[in-house]
């Protein structure tokens, strides 16, 4: 036993070799260092971008996010929320669970100290032998049963919103890998990968990879490609994996869900306020699972419309372009990680192949419900 509270006690203090081979970095240090996988692994590939356009911060793709909104900032609790669902459960944890709770903690701590007080040795000498109280067991049985009800019937109704979406405006297929995330709009054309942003300092970052500046968000959350989806829409996101599990949760959305090799799991959101949201993969899937983030764009429809077309996608009902044009999606042939980890997205306009037929089904599923 002394064994053991010695061996609590150097835990405790940090002396033990591999507590003190597991020292945290200074504050500053540890986001670079966080930041700053082993080398060598497939997806450290550069994608090359000198075929890229320069980028135009404040363009769409590019807007400059909020501080505070759609990110963390230092503050507890939920972050703003921007969508009807996030708004609802947020409601109802703040003002209905969190109020519930801190109510039956303070009844459940009063009641203790009372009795307590009320019936110690000194001042209750004589204990009572009585072993059945009617009335306070029909309360203690009614109240806990009054209690749940007054939280299911709000949850329950909560979870009716989450899985019963309006129609839908728009489908966004999300695809999870080692390590980063593969986004379709299969009624749009486009099809592109998004992989983290590296810190300028970070020496796994290759000279033809863009560092991450401010504007593209905050460190580990940052993105080289954003999705962008257009305010106000229903948008629909199917969301699965191709290795192992992911999980796609965007916090200031409300969603977070988990994308599983071999399955379709679906999720909404419409969000009227235009800003970029950020979330991370949210399901420890592997050596980089932290830096795997997300970052959504939320555009006016007509910013949206550009987008498609920077994109090479083209909006439902336009003509389609020239075949000159119908080229793979240049993002997703540009990054050999990709290449290697995931067959190349293409858009609808080129040859027919089965990564094509995919989202060709899931949007007639999409279109059935
Ligand atoms: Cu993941």
Request: hydrophobic content about 45%; overall charge neutral.
């Amino acid at each position: 036993m002394r064994l053991i509270g010695w061996a609590i006690a150097l835990a405790a203090a940090g002396l033990t070799p591999a507590a003190a081979g597991a020292q945290a970095p200074a504050p500053s240090q540890s986001a670079a260092v966080a930041a700053t996988p082993p080398a060598g692994t497939a997806q450290d590939a550069a994608k090359p971008d000198a075929a890229q356009p320069a980028i135009v911060y404040g363009s769409v793709g590019h807007a400059a996010p909020t501080p505070g909104i759609g990110e963390p900032d230092g503050r507890k609790g939920i972050q703003t929320q921007v969508t009807p669902i996030g708004e609802e459960a947020a409601a109802f944890h703040n003002y209905w669970l969190l109020p519930l709770c801190a109510l039956i903690s303070a009844v459940v701590l009063a009641l203790l100290l009372w009795s307590i007080v009320r019936y110690r040795r000194g001042a209750n000498s004589t204990p009572s032998r009585n072993s059945h109280n009617t009335l306070i067991e029909v309360i203690w049985t009614l109240v806990p049963v009054l209690i749940l009800v007054a939280i299911a019937i709000p949850s329950i109704r909560l979870l009716r919103h989450t899985y019963s979406p309006p129609p839908v405006d728009l489908t966004v297929k999300v695809t999870g890998h080692q390590w980063y995330w593969t986004y379709e709009l299969p009624d749009y054309g486009v099809s592109f990968d998004s992989y983290m942003l590296k810190e300028a300092n970070d020496p796994t970052r290759q000279a033809n990879q863009r560092a991450r500046t401010d504007a593209d968000g905050p460190p580990l959350l940052a993105v080289d490609e954003r999705l962008v989806i257009p305010q106000g829409k229903i948008v629909k996101f199917i969301i699965t994996a191709d290795d192992v599990i992911h999980s796609f949760a965007v916090p200031s959305f409300w969603i977070k869900q988990d994308a599983n090799p071999g399955q379709l799991h679906e999720t909404w959101a419409k969000v009227d306020r235009p800003g970029v949201y950020f979330g991370q993969c949210s399901e420890l899937c592997g050596a980089r699972h932290g830096f795997m983030p997300i970052a959504v764009e939320v555009t006016s429809p007509a910013q949206f419309a550009q987008w498609v077309a920077s994109k090479g996608g083209k909006m439902p009902g336009a003509r389609p372009p020239a075949p000159a044009s119908t080229a793979i999606s240049p993002v997703s042939t540009a990054s050999p990680g990709a290449a290697a980890a995931a067959p190349p997205a293409a858009s609808p306009n080129a040859a027919p192949s089965p990564a094509v037929q995919q989202p060709a089904t899931n949007q007639a599923a999409t279109a059935q419900n």
